[in-house]
């Protein structure tokens, strides 16, 4: 069935009998495919916890022959000019333009986020950053070619790897691809995506603008299917040269094994537990409208969530009785109406998972300011629906402190000091974002300076525009996305050197045989 994956239609009927559910195909070397064996797997609408799709159960031998065709696409595709590969994926960029209520639905049905955030930021965003990346793959120039020794020039070059292996996580599933797949594109690589099992559905419709904005067959490929299966295949094959991961520590970790049999690249994007310290000098009404946007951007399923609020011991009080009034006015509801704040988080699994860290939480010390329970949603019984839940503690070891909890959960805490709640910062194994909000220029730029994280906003907590790096430190990962590191993450570094003196025998040649005088 050509173009097969565009079942958007049936998937945005949400009260369809299970009789009507769509089943979809994944995209292998521009073809629309079942799985192998045949098997599909369900997808949920996490706001009722019903099944609105299907998707194909792929496995190691899809993955083969996934590979297979990135394989063999990559020699023509990666050596196209770059203006070439970019205006095709400027095509893929205006199509969902085009297409971007459809995409945002389709998103918060899939994933539980509420349509406002799908609508004005995931995927005018993903457009945003694929656009950058089409334009900024032609700016790339190398150093100047020159004379590092006497009878030689020198110059770089970058090459595209080769066949690289996206592996995206459930929080962001389209602009995920746009992160980790359209870099690799742009700089002339191929791709086999392997989407998380939770949220497929706009990763298989994004492959249908890749068809038609006439990207050759093979040059981008989709295997849905288990990460311990597809994955384990994409990330164990030894045709593939690159794995770029988003998601946990704990799989990047596996991934890193895995990806030692042919000692592939493997770029990780991974975990966090961002800081969000508030100064005594701050401005609170700003740093509690921040709070309530940096923990529950993306219903407080995102890596760079602000999670442990240091709040100076002079302000604790007053902040925390700001912060709970302004979570107690966020909408908990139907990810598709316009008045919703946050929608259900993205499983049962999920939700047990966080509820489970808020239980830990209060047994380690902690005392509940607001939230904990689950909301009742009208027309929403099987939703995955959790309340905004603060908890104060004074316990630095508790989990809560520690982990990645990985929804709406603000762990409020104090300090004393600067160098103590600097150490307090950096004392945990992740490294990814994490913010200060003070009114004072010096320590602004101390914090900056002293806090191991890849992002330290001031004054505010989430925005990192298309042109910036986001990166990690420590066990967040390592690698680049946006920006122009991004683009040169995904290529090889190579030297070439020209001899310019035309003559067979060299200054240096003595070394191995002659004399020096005899040149
Ligand atoms: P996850 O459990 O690590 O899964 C991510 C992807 O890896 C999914 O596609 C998953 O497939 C696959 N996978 C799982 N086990 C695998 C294995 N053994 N081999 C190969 N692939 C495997 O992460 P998640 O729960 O989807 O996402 C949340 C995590 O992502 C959080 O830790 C968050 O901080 C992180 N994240 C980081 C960034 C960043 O920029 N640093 C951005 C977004 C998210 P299945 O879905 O089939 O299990």
Redesign the pocket.
Same mark, same amino acid.
């Given at each position: 069935m050509p173009g097969g994956g565009n079942f958007l239609g049936s998937s945005l009927n949400r009260h369809a009998g299970a009789s009507s559910i769509m089943s979809r195909l994944m995209y292998i070397g521009g073809d629309w495919v079942k799985a192998n064996t045949g098997a599909l797997t369900p997808v949920y609408d996490p706001s009722r916890g019903e099944v609105v799709d299907q998707v194909p159960h792929g496995t190691k031998e899809d993955v083969d022959k996934a590979v297979d065709a990135a394989r063999t696409a990559f020699p023509g595709w990666s050596r196209l000019p770059p203006g070439d590969r970019a205006n095709m994926l400027l095509r893929v960029a205006d199509m969902l333009a085009q297409r971007s209520s459809d995409f945002a639905n389709l998103e918060s049905l899939n994933s539980g986020k509420s349509i406002k955030q799908t609508t004005d930021y995931d995927v005018p965003y993903t457009i945003d950053n694929i656009r950058y990346l089409a334009g900024a793959s032609r700016t790339l120039e190398g150093k100047a070619m020159a004379e590092y020794v006497a009878d030689g020039t020198s110059a770089v070059r970058r090459e595209p790897i080769g066949v690289v292996g996206v592996? +995206? =996580?459930?929080?962001?599933p389209l602009m995920?691809v746009a992160w980790r797949a359209f870099p690799a594109l742009v700089m002339g690589n191929t791709v086999v995506v392997?989407? #998380?099992?939770?949220t497929p559905l706009t990763t298989l419709e994004l492959a249908t603008l890749i068809e038609k904005a006439g990207v050759p067959k093979g040059v981008f490929n989709v295997v849905t299917g =288990? %990460?311990?299966e597809a %994955?384990?295949a994409l #990330?164990r094959h030894r045709n593939v040269d690159m794995i770029a991961f988003?998601?946990? +520590?704990e799989?990047g970790r596996?991934?890193s094994e895995l990806g030692a049999g042919n000692v592939k690249k493997v770029s990780l994007?991974?975990?966090?537990k961002a800081p969000f310290i508030v100064f005594e000098d701050a401005n609170l009404e700003a740093a509690a409208e921040g709070a309530v946007v940096g923990g529950l951007v993306n219903n407080g399923q995102d890596?760079a969530n602000a999670t442990r609020f240091y709040v100076h011991a002079s302000i604790l009080e007053e902040y925390e009785t700001m912060l709970v009034d302004k979570l107690r006015k966020v909408q908990v509801g139907d990810p598709l109406s316009p008045k919703t704040d946050m929608g259900p988080l993205v499983s049962e699994a999920q939700r047990e998972r966080v509820e489970g860290y808020i239980q830990k939480g209060l047994r380690e010390g902690g005392r509940l300011l607001f939230g904990g329970e689950r909301p009742k949603i009208e027309g929403h019984d099987g939703g995955y629906f959790l309340n905004p839940t603060a908890i104060f503690t004074e316990n630095h070891a508790s989990s809560i402190v520690q982990e990645?909890i990985?929804g709406p959960v603000f762990t409020i805490l104090y300090f004393e000091d600067y160098d103590e709640v600097i150490n307090k910062s950096n004392e945990v194994v992740y490294g990814?974002g994490s913010s200060v909000w003070t009114r004072d220029v010096t320590k602004a730029m101390n914090a900056v300076k002293d806090l191991r994280f890849g992002t330290v906003w001031v004054n505010d907590h989430v925005p990192v525009p298309s042109e910036m790096p986001?990166a *990690?430190y420590k066990q967040? *990962?390592h690698g680049a996305?946006l920006s122009a590191y991004s683009l040169e993450e995904f290529t090889y570094i190579k030297h070439a050197y020209f001899d310019l003196t035309g003559k067979a025998r060299k200054s240096w040649y003595y070394q191995v045989y002659g004399q020096k005088d005899s040149q």
């Open positions: 592996i +995206t =996580p459930w929080n962001y995920m392997k989407p #998380a099992s939770y =288990p %990460g311990g %994955g384990e #990330a988003t998601g946990s +520590t799989v596996r991934l994007e991974l975990g966090g890596c990645e990985f990814l986001w *990690g967040s *990962g996305s």
